[in-house]
């Protein structure tokens, strides 16, 4: 047990050290900006050293301060790399620790779902600012996506049924409504997860995105008088999450019902 809880906090470690990455995705990719140069201060331009890039830790050791400049320094660093550690100890829980055979409970399809995860991260909250999703880590997932194929290829078709299950009916939606209805890149993010997940999760994924998004958002409308436009690609995020990791057993929740 000792050793699990250990696995579990390097884990998370490891989690929000590649959320603080998430941050530098967030903020370049939009701007079209490279995400390889080392990090900086926003506000005076200074590369930052390394005590002040220790995930979560260095936020709260500098009470939100830039070092030099003490310029105020966004929630949104620590908020996100310790998202971004929860989603991966989240996925090693349920995956990787459901494996026993697999040293350390870290199998190569936790590895493929974590950085999934990330990706689903970074693309929901680009896309609440921007309302777009990025090109590119759409294409991040479709990397993923095939290494899964890989990891399972006896059953490749499944993956491939769910590179066109959801998407293509959502493109033919898009067709009929010239676009009004469903924007291009949520199309985009269904088929490259389709393809990470499979047709039954992934129309699990999209009923599950459609029931948290209209429910989130009628709240939103009621307290905030948020309009009737809203960014679609965080509440699909979500779903995929979710089918990841529980999609089989949502498939046999659903099925059961109608079983005598």
């Not at 055979?101 to 693309?123: E, N, Q, R, W």
């Not at 993010?189 to 998004?213: E, K, R």
């Amino acid at each position: 047990m000792g050793d699990i809880v250990i696995y579990c906090i390097i884990v998370f470690a490891l989690g929000a050290c590649f959320g603080s990455f998430a941050n530098v995705c967030i903020l370049r990719i939009p701007e079209k900006q490279s995400i390889v140069p080392h990090s900086q201060c926003v506000f005076c331009g200074r590369k930052l050293r390394w005590f002040e890039l220790i995930p979560i830790f260095s936020f709260l050791a500098l009470r939100g301060k830039c070092y030099g400049c003490k310029g105020t320094i966004s929630a949104q660093y620590p908020l996100i790399e310790f998202a971004n550690g929860v989603l991966w100890l989240l996925t090693y829980v349920v995956l990787g620790l459901r494996s026993p055979t697999a040293p350390l409970g870290l199998t190569p399809l936790t590895v493929v779902y974590c950085l999934a995860a990330s990706a689903l991260l970074i693309l929901a909250v680009i896309d609440i600012r921007t309302m777009e999703i990025p090109p590119a880590l759409n294409f991040c997932i479709l990397m993923l996506g095939f290494i899964r194929v890989i990891l399972d290829r006896s059953n490749w078709y499944v993956y491939v049924l769910g590179f066109i299950t959801v998407s293509g009916v959502l493109l033919l939606l898009w067709y009929i409504t010239s676009g009004r209805a469903i924007g291009g890149g949520d199309i985009k993010l269904m088929a490259v997860c389709g393809l990470l997940i499979g047709w039954q999760s992934i129309i699990a994924a999209f009923l599950l995105g459609c029931v948290i998004g209209t429910v989130v958002h009628i709240i939103r409308m009621a307290f905030t008088k948020a309009g009737r436009v809203l960014a679609f690609g965080p509440y699909l995020a979500a779903g995929v999450f979710v089918s990841m990791l529980w999609g089989g057993q949502i498939v046999e929740w659903y099925l059961s019902l109608y079983s005598f």
